[in-house]
Protein backbone atom coordinates (compact mmCIF):
# COMPACT_ATOMS: atom_id res chain seq x y z
CA UNK A 1 0.00 0.00 0.00
CA UNK A 2 1.04 3.39 -0.94
CA UNK A 3 2.13 5.82 1.83
CA UNK A 4 0.86 8.93 -0.39
CA UNK A 5 -2.88 9.58 0.05
CA UNK A 6 -3.75 12.62 -1.04
CA UNK A 7 -2.70 14.72 -4.84
CA UNK A 8 -1.10 17.19 -2.77
CA UNK A 9 1.40 14.82 -0.33
CA UNK A 10 2.30 12.87 -3.47
CA UNK A 11 3.40 15.81 -5.37
CA UNK A 12 4.76 17.28 -2.18
CA UNK A 13 6.66 13.76 -1.71
CA UNK A 14 7.95 13.09 -5.38
CA UNK A 15 9.05 17.37 -5.37
CA UNK A 16 12.71 15.81 -6.42
CA UNK A 17 11.60 13.49 -8.96
CA UNK A 18 11.01 16.27 -11.11
CA UNK A 19 13.24 18.12 -13.03
CA UNK A 20 13.60 22.14 -11.93
CA UNK A 21 11.66 21.05 -8.44
CA UNK A 22 9.90 23.94 -7.90
CA UNK A 23 6.67 25.22 -5.12
CA UNK A 24 5.63 26.56 -8.88
CA UNK A 25 4.73 23.45 -10.43
CA UNK A 26 2.71 22.10 -7.12
CA UNK A 27 0.60 25.94 -7.31
CA UNK A 28 0.17 24.85 -11.42
CA UNK A 29 -1.27 21.19 -9.99
CA UNK A 30 -3.31 23.15 -7.52
CA UNK A 31 -4.69 24.84 -9.58
CA UNK A 32 -5.67 22.66 -11.86
CA UNK A 33 -7.23 20.57 -9.30
CA UNK A 34 -9.30 23.40 -8.66
CA UNK A 35 -10.73 23.67 -11.98
CA UNK A 36 -11.96 20.07 -12.03
CA UNK A 37 -13.54 20.26 -8.96
CA UNK A 38 -15.81 22.88 -10.29
CA UNK A 39 -16.50 21.26 -13.23
CA UNK A 40 -16.99 18.39 -11.60
CA UNK A 41 -19.76 19.89 -9.39
CA UNK A 42 -21.26 21.54 -12.99
CA UNK A 43 -21.23 18.19 -14.93
CA UNK A 44 -23.14 15.96 -11.88
CA UNK A 45 -25.98 18.38 -11.82
CA UNK A 46 -25.92 19.06 -15.84
CA UNK A 47 -28.95 17.72 -15.94
CA UNK A 48 -30.67 19.65 -13.96
CA UNK A 49 -29.18 22.94 -15.08
CA UNK A 50 -29.64 24.85 -18.15
CA UNK A 51 -25.96 24.03 -19.20
CA UNK A 52 -26.23 21.17 -21.64
CA UNK A 53 -26.84 21.64 -25.51
CA UNK A 54 -25.19 23.56 -28.45
CA UNK A 55 -23.67 27.17 -27.51
CA UNK A 56 -24.88 28.91 -29.93
CA UNK A 57 -21.06 29.44 -31.62
CA UNK A 58 -18.66 27.78 -33.37
CA UNK A 59 -14.99 27.08 -32.17
CA UNK A 60 -11.61 27.98 -34.48
CA UNK A 61 -12.40 24.16 -36.02
CA UNK A 62 -15.91 25.26 -37.29
CA UNK A 63 -17.51 22.87 -34.78
CA UNK A 64 -20.64 23.60 -32.90
CA UNK A 65 -19.69 24.40 -28.55
CA UNK A 66 -20.79 23.20 -26.42
CA UNK A 67 -22.22 25.37 -23.74
CA UNK A 68 -20.40 23.40 -20.90
CA UNK A 69 -17.34 23.45 -23.84
CA UNK A 70 -17.36 27.63 -23.16
CA UNK A 71 -18.33 27.44 -19.55
CA UNK A 72 -15.24 24.89 -18.65
CA UNK A 73 -12.70 26.61 -21.21
CA UNK A 74 -13.42 29.95 -18.57
CA UNK A 75 -13.08 27.74 -15.55
CA UNK A 76 -9.31 26.41 -16.48
CA UNK A 77 -8.59 29.92 -17.70
CA UNK A 78 -9.34 31.68 -14.75
CA UNK A 79 -7.82 29.27 -12.37
CA UNK A 80 -4.60 29.13 -14.09
CA UNK A 81 -4.12 32.82 -14.48
CA UNK A 82 -5.02 33.56 -10.98
CA UNK A 83 -2.22 31.61 -9.43
CA UNK A 84 0.39 33.33 -11.56
CA UNK A 85 1.91 29.96 -11.99
CA UNK A 86 1.33 30.18 -15.87
CA UNK A 87 2.48 32.96 -18.13
CA UNK A 88 0.57 31.31 -20.94
CA UNK A 89 -2.40 29.09 -22.03
CA UNK A 90 -3.68 27.43 -25.34
CA UNK A 91 -7.14 25.68 -25.85
CA UNK A 92 -9.09 23.53 -28.26
CA UNK A 93 -11.93 26.50 -27.85
CA UNK A 94 -9.99 29.41 -28.23
CA UNK A 95 -8.12 30.34 -31.86
CA UNK A 96 -4.76 31.65 -30.58
CA UNK A 97 -2.85 31.08 -27.15
CA UNK A 98 -3.78 33.98 -24.20
CA UNK A 99 -0.35 35.81 -22.82
CA UNK A 100 -1.21 36.16 -19.17
CA UNK A 101 0.25 39.65 -18.52
CA UNK A 102 0.07 39.90 -14.70
CA UNK A 103 3.40 40.57 -12.01
CA UNK A 104 3.68 37.01 -11.49
CA UNK A 105 2.22 35.16 -14.37
CA UNK A 106 5.47 37.02 -16.15
CA UNK A 107 7.77 35.65 -14.62
CA UNK A 108 6.45 31.80 -14.63
CA UNK A 109 8.25 28.91 -16.11
CA UNK A 110 5.33 27.19 -17.76
CA UNK A 111 2.58 26.80 -20.64
CA UNK A 112 -0.24 25.00 -20.31
CA UNK A 113 -2.36 23.71 -23.37
CA UNK A 114 -5.81 21.98 -23.06
CA UNK A 115 -8.89 20.55 -23.81
CA UNK A 116 -11.15 21.75 -21.45
CA UNK A 117 -14.19 19.21 -22.19
CA UNK A 118 -13.54 16.10 -24.56
CA UNK A 119 -16.10 14.67 -25.82
CA UNK A 120 -18.82 17.44 -24.83
CA UNK A 121 -21.85 16.32 -26.88
CA UNK A 122 -21.94 13.36 -24.66
CA UNK A 123 -22.96 15.28 -21.65
CA UNK A 124 -26.77 15.38 -22.89
CA UNK A 125 -27.03 11.83 -22.69
CA UNK A 126 -24.52 11.42 -19.42
CA UNK A 127 -21.70 9.54 -20.74
CA UNK A 128 -18.24 10.07 -19.21
CA UNK A 129 -16.04 13.42 -20.86
CA UNK A 130 -12.88 14.47 -19.66
CA UNK A 131 -10.38 17.29 -19.59
CA UNK A 132 -6.75 16.61 -21.15
CA UNK A 133 -3.99 19.00 -20.20
CA UNK A 134 -0.46 19.30 -20.98
CA UNK A 135 2.65 21.41 -19.37
CA UNK A 136 5.22 22.66 -20.84
CA UNK A 137 8.46 24.58 -19.72
CA UNK A 138 8.97 27.85 -21.78
CA UNK A 139 11.63 28.27 -24.41
CA UNK A 140 11.38 31.66 -24.29
CA UNK A 141 12.96 34.09 -21.45
CA UNK A 142 11.31 34.10 -17.93
CA UNK A 143 9.65 38.07 -18.10
CA UNK A 144 9.60 38.54 -21.52
CA UNK A 145 5.76 37.28 -23.23
CA UNK A 146 5.31 34.23 -24.31
CA UNK A 147 5.40 33.56 -27.84
CA UNK A 148 4.01 30.72 -30.45
CA UNK A 149 7.22 28.97 -30.14
CA UNK A 150 6.72 28.17 -26.57
CA UNK A 151 3.27 25.99 -27.51
CA UNK A 152 5.00 24.67 -30.59
CA UNK A 153 7.28 22.15 -28.69
CA UNK A 154 7.32 18.31 -29.50
CA UNK A 155 5.44 16.09 -27.05
CA UNK A 156 8.84 14.81 -25.55
CA UNK A 157 9.62 18.12 -24.12
CA UNK A 158 6.39 18.30 -22.20
CA UNK A 159 6.95 18.29 -18.54
CA UNK A 160 4.29 16.61 -17.15
CA UNK A 161 0.15 15.61 -18.84
CA UNK A 162 -2.93 14.47 -17.85
CA UNK A 163 -6.66 13.88 -17.81
CA UNK A 164 -9.32 13.94 -15.78
CA UNK A 165 -12.53 11.80 -16.68
CA UNK A 166 -16.07 12.74 -14.84
CA UNK A 167 -17.87 9.33 -14.65
CA UNK A 168 -19.18 7.78 -12.27
CA UNK A 169 -16.85 8.50 -10.23
CA UNK A 170 -14.17 11.50 -10.92
CA UNK A 171 -10.79 10.63 -11.46
CA UNK A 172 -7.37 12.49 -12.33
CA UNK A 173 -4.99 10.77 -13.84
CA UNK A 174 -1.13 12.30 -14.74
CA UNK A 175 2.38 11.57 -15.14
CA UNK A 176 5.86 14.11 -14.81
CA UNK A 177 7.94 11.58 -16.90
CA UNK A 178 8.07 9.63 -13.79
CA UNK A 179 5.29 6.83 -14.17
CA UNK A 180 1.15 7.14 -14.15
CA UNK A 181 -0.52 7.37 -11.04
CA UNK A 182 -4.46 8.61 -10.71
CA UNK A 183 -5.96 9.81 -8.16
CA UNK A 184 -10.25 9.38 -7.48
CA UNK A 185 -12.07 12.84 -5.65
CA UNK A 186 -13.72 11.74 -2.76
CA UNK A 187 -16.63 14.80 -2.65
CA UNK A 188 -16.71 14.97 1.08
CA UNK A 189 -13.35 15.81 1.57
CA UNK A 190 -13.29 17.73 -1.93
CA UNK A 191 -9.55 15.88 -1.85
CA UNK A 192 -8.08 13.92 -4.97
CA UNK A 193 -6.21 10.57 -3.49
CA UNK A 194 -4.52 7.88 -4.85
CA UNK A 195 -6.30 5.14 -5.72
CA UNK A 196 -4.49 3.48 -9.21
CA UNK A 197 -0.49 3.64 -8.49
CA UNK A 198 1.62 2.90 -11.08
CA UNK A 199 -0.79 2.48 -13.92
CA UNK A 200 0.19 0.34 -16.31
CA UNK A 201 -1.50 -1.00 -19.87
CA UNK A 202 -1.42 -4.81 -20.09
CA UNK A 203 0.76 -5.65 -23.21
CA UNK A 204 -2.02 -7.44 -24.79
CA UNK A 205 -5.45 -6.70 -25.04
CA UNK A 206 -8.93 -7.86 -26.55
CA UNK A 207 -10.13 -4.15 -26.76
CA UNK A 208 -10.60 -1.80 -30.01
CA UNK A 209 -12.35 1.37 -30.03
CA UNK A 210 -12.62 2.67 -33.41
CA UNK A 211 -15.73 4.57 -34.86
CA UNK A 212 -16.59 2.04 -37.43
CA UNK A 213 -19.46 4.44 -38.94
CA UNK A 214 -17.00 5.77 -41.49
CA UNK A 215 -15.44 2.25 -42.50
CA UNK A 216 -15.42 2.94 -46.24
CA UNK A 217 -13.42 5.84 -45.50
CA UNK A 218 -10.74 4.39 -43.61
CA UNK A 219 -7.02 3.77 -45.43
CA UNK A 220 -6.84 0.17 -46.16
CA UNK A 221 -4.38 -1.02 -43.49
CA UNK A 222 -6.82 0.13 -40.64
CA UNK A 223 -9.65 -1.63 -42.75
CA UNK A 224 -8.07 -5.24 -43.11
CA UNK A 225 -7.07 -4.83 -39.23
CA UNK A 226 -10.48 -4.29 -38.31
CA UNK A 227 -10.73 -7.57 -40.04
CA UNK A 228 -8.11 -9.13 -37.79
CA UNK A 229 -9.73 -7.88 -35.05
CA UNK A 230 -12.91 -9.62 -35.88
CA UNK A 231 -11.31 -13.13 -37.06
CA UNK A 232 -11.26 -16.31 -34.72
CA UNK A 233 -8.45 -17.20 -33.25
CA UNK A 234 -8.16 -19.15 -29.52
CA UNK A 235 -3.82 -18.07 -29.63
CA UNK A 236 -4.92 -14.18 -29.78
CA UNK A 237 -7.95 -14.37 -27.86
CA UNK A 238 -9.83 -12.87 -31.52
CA UNK A 239 -12.19 -12.07 -32.22
CA UNK A 240 -12.10 -8.66 -29.80
CA UNK A 241 -14.61 -6.21 -28.85
CA UNK A 242 -15.29 -3.36 -30.09
CA UNK A 243 -15.56 -0.60 -26.76
CA UNK A 244 -16.09 2.86 -28.49
CA UNK A 245 -17.51 5.83 -26.14
CA UNK A 246 -16.75 8.60 -28.50
CA UNK A 247 -15.06 10.52 -25.96
CA UNK A 248 -11.12 10.30 -26.24
CA UNK A 249 -10.57 10.12 -22.24
CA UNK A 250 -13.36 7.60 -21.41
CA UNK A 251 -11.99 5.43 -24.54
CA UNK A 252 -8.63 5.83 -23.54
CA UNK A 253 -8.87 5.19 -20.17
CA UNK A 254 -10.94 2.37 -20.40
CA UNK A 255 -8.08 0.33 -22.14
CA UNK A 256 -5.36 1.48 -19.74
CA UNK A 257 -6.49 -0.54 -16.85
CA UNK A 258 -8.52 -3.36 -19.69
CA UNK A 259 -6.18 -3.52 -22.20
CA UNK A 260 -6.53 -2.31 -25.38
CA UNK A 261 -5.60 0.17 -28.57
CA UNK A 262 -7.51 3.37 -29.80
CA UNK A 263 -7.70 3.97 -33.56
CA UNK A 264 -8.84 7.56 -34.91
CA UNK A 265 -7.28 7.01 -38.48
CA UNK A 266 -7.10 9.42 -41.37
CA UNK A 267 -10.06 8.78 -43.75
CA UNK A 268 -11.16 10.82 -46.87
CA UNK A 269 -12.99 12.79 -44.38
CA UNK A 270 -10.49 13.62 -42.82
CA UNK A 271 -7.04 13.22 -44.82
CA UNK A 272 -4.88 14.67 -41.87
CA UNK A 273 -7.14 13.05 -38.87
CA UNK A 274 -9.29 14.65 -36.80
CA UNK A 275 -7.72 14.79 -33.51
CA UNK A 276 -5.49 18.01 -32.25
CA UNK A 277 -2.36 16.85 -32.15
CA UNK A 278 -0.88 19.38 -29.40
CA UNK A 279 -4.23 19.20 -27.32
CA UNK A 280 -5.35 15.49 -27.63
CA UNK A 281 -2.09 13.51 -29.57
CA UNK A 282 0.72 14.75 -27.62
CA UNK A 283 -0.58 14.50 -23.60
CA UNK A 284 -2.26 11.19 -24.43
CA UNK A 285 0.75 9.95 -26.19
CA UNK A 286 2.40 11.12 -23.28
CA UNK A 287 1.07 8.82 -20.66
CA UNK A 288 0.26 6.18 -23.02
CA UNK A 289 4.00 5.24 -23.03
CA UNK A 290 4.73 6.50 -19.34
CA UNK A 291 2.29 3.48 -18.36
CA UNK A 292 3.97 0.91 -20.87
CA UNK A 293 1.82 1.34 -23.70
CA UNK A 294 2.71 2.99 -27.27
CA UNK A 295 1.59 5.56 -29.20
CA UNK A 296 2.09 6.39 -33.39
CA UNK A 297 0.33 8.49 -35.99
CA UNK A 298 1.16 5.89 -38.81
CA UNK A 299 4.23 3.51 -39.78
CA UNK A 300 7.07 4.31 -37.85
CA UNK A 301 5.89 8.06 -36.84
CA UNK A 302 5.89 8.02 -32.88
CA UNK A 303 3.57 11.00 -31.87
CA UNK A 304 6.10 12.46 -29.47
CA UNK A 305 8.46 13.05 -31.85
CA UNK A 306 6.37 15.28 -34.27
CA UNK A 307 7.30 18.62 -34.28
CA UNK A 308 3.72 20.78 -34.44
CA UNK A 309 3.65 23.28 -37.02
CA UNK A 310 0.38 25.35 -35.71
CA UNK A 311 -1.53 25.63 -32.59
CA UNK A 312 -4.76 23.58 -34.09
CA UNK A 313 -2.88 20.63 -35.84
CA UNK A 314 -4.78 17.82 -36.55
CA UNK A 315 -3.49 14.10 -36.14
CA UNK A 316 -4.09 10.41 -36.82
CA UNK A 317 -3.78 8.77 -33.56
CA UNK A 318 -3.56 4.76 -32.79
CA UNK A 319 -2.38 4.49 -28.86
CA UNK A 320 -2.81 1.70 -26.20
CA UNK A 321 -1.36 -1.56 -25.52
CA UNK A 322 1.98 -2.27 -27.18
CA UNK A 323 1.27 -5.62 -28.87
CA UNK A 324 -1.68 -3.83 -30.14
CA UNK A 325 0.05 -1.31 -31.50
CA UNK A 326 2.29 -2.59 -32.87
CA UNK A 327 -0.17 -5.16 -34.57
CA UNK A 328 -1.79 -1.87 -36.07
CA UNK A 329 1.60 -1.03 -37.42
CA UNK A 330 2.12 -3.89 -39.11
CA UNK A 331 -1.05 -3.61 -41.05
CA UNK A 332 0.08 -0.21 -41.86
CA UNK A 333 3.16 -1.03 -43.18
CA UNK A 334 1.56 -3.68 -45.11
CA UNK A 335 -0.95 -2.50 -46.60
CA UNK A 336 -0.65 1.43 -46.07
Do not use: W
Request: aromatic share 12%; with cysteine.
Amino acid sequence: MSTFNTLSEFIVERQMDYPQASGEFSALFSALCLAAKIVNREVNKAGLANITGPAGELNSHGEAQQKLDVYTNEVFKNALAARGVVCGLASEEEDSFIYFDGEQNRQAKYVVLIDPLDGSSNIDVNVPVGTIFSIYRRVTPVGSPVTLADFLQPGRAQAAAGYVIYGSSTMLVYSTGQGVNGFTYEPSLGLFCLSHPNMQYPRGGAIYSINEGFYSHFPDGIKKYIKYCQEEDSVTRRPYSTRYIGSLVADFHRNLIQGGVYLYPTSSRYPEGKLRLLYEGNPMAFIAEQAGGKAIIGAGQAVLEQSPQSLHQRTALYLGSADMVDKVEEFLRAFG
